[in-house]
């Protein structure tokens, strides 16, 4: 008798341990729909898994796969001239040293970009904003990266007025990000038909702030983004769009990003980001 009880105990304890589980599975969150049909793949400073970043050859073979948009970063020379680079200083990505803000064009061009492609060696010059227009014009579009210099907005108007002189001031050939509020509402003033993203930096990610913000587009690290945030944006009709600073974990963070049904990768690897979303 006390054995059959002992049985009837234990399948009991099991039935209410499988309500338990399923009533969880059940509860937790499912990813929604994105806001886009097809997520968009964004050369995150060209092809840089091919060589090396920034330059207009990265740029030339991101563009023969047929991204989506050019990814690109500006920095300002103390002669008020657009360069596409990422950091503050030329140290990292050139045989040359100093903060770009402090230097001109001439001393900018005078440093290479330096770096190995299959196997060799190879320097080539720090482009301009201008000569990437130069060299892709219309047939590219741009997702392009604006930021304060010296706490301040000045590359905005130089920007925009670069824009215009390339027929490039409409949604559909560029759009405009920044981690800076200011820098984009400045940019709406300037040109109010370009489509903004405001950036949050990894561990920053502020979803109350980011949906109270009226830009369309929300970007951040991918380690920041779950699903409750995800539908969260794309429930007020927000693209988000992914960025990974671990390029060692950058496969299985858009993997992840897959799941959760994010609307654009900014990637370091466009053929296997291409490969992930079927393309």
Known sequence: MFKKRKIMLFGILIVLL???FGFLEKSKPVAEPGIVATP?????RGAIDQFNESTITSYKIASKQNVDALELDLRMTKDNVLIVMHDETIDRTTNGTG???DLTIREI??????GQYNGEITMEEIPTLAEVFQTFGSKQKYYIETRLVYGETVMEEVLVKLLADYHLLNKEQVAIQSFSER???KMETLAPDLRLTLLFKKGEFDLEKALEVDFPV?????????VKIINALHSQGKE??????????????QEKMK???IDGYFTDNISFTKRLLGE
Request: cysteine-free; overall charge negative; glycine content about 4%.
């Open 18 to 20: 499988l309500g338990v």
């Open 40 to 44: 968009k793949i964004f050369a995150h």
């Open 99 to 101: 903060r770009v803000s």
């Open 109 to 114: 061009k005078s440093n290479f970009t330096l």
């Open 183 to 185: 820098s984009l509402e």
């Open 218 to 226: 929300i970007g951040m690290e991918s380690t920041d983004a779950n």
């Open 240 to 253: 988000v769009h992914v960025f990974f600073n671990d390029l060692e974990t950058m496969e299985e963070q």
């Open 259 to 261: 799941e959760l049904n």
